[in-house]
């Protein structure tokens, strides 16, 4: 496993999911829905270390939504390299 493989499991991160489920009441905080919750990091700058403001809790479903959006935008501002300047 992974570093956030390993973190996601850990004791201390379900502590810490739990915490941020009680803050967000136990519902998605952009659909309001109770079920099929997650706990999605804004960032992971501080993984293992995160701060209540580093994750917010989402349903399943706006989840995969945040997440596709979050890695359109951070992949879109990429700028591709020449294709002369790529070495085989």
């Given amino acids: 496993m992974g570093r956030y493989e ?5 004791t201390a991160w379900k502590h810490f999911r739990l ?9 998605c905080v952009l659909c309001n829905a109770d079920e099929s919750l997650e ?12 701060l209540l403001t580093d994750c917010y809790t989402l349903c399943t479903q706006c989840h995969i939504v945040v997440t596709y ?13 020449q294709v ?3 070495v085989r």
């Fill in 39 to 50: 706990v999605h990091h804004r960032t992971y700058a501080h993984l293992g270390e995160e």
């Fill in 6 to 10: 390993d973190h996601i499991a850990s």
């Fill in 19 to 27: 915490l941020v489920l009680a803050r967000d009441e136990y519902r």
């Fill in 69 to 81: 959006m979050q890695r359109r935008a951070r992949y879109t501002i990429r700028t591709l390299p």
């Fill in 84 to 86: 002369s300047d790529v």
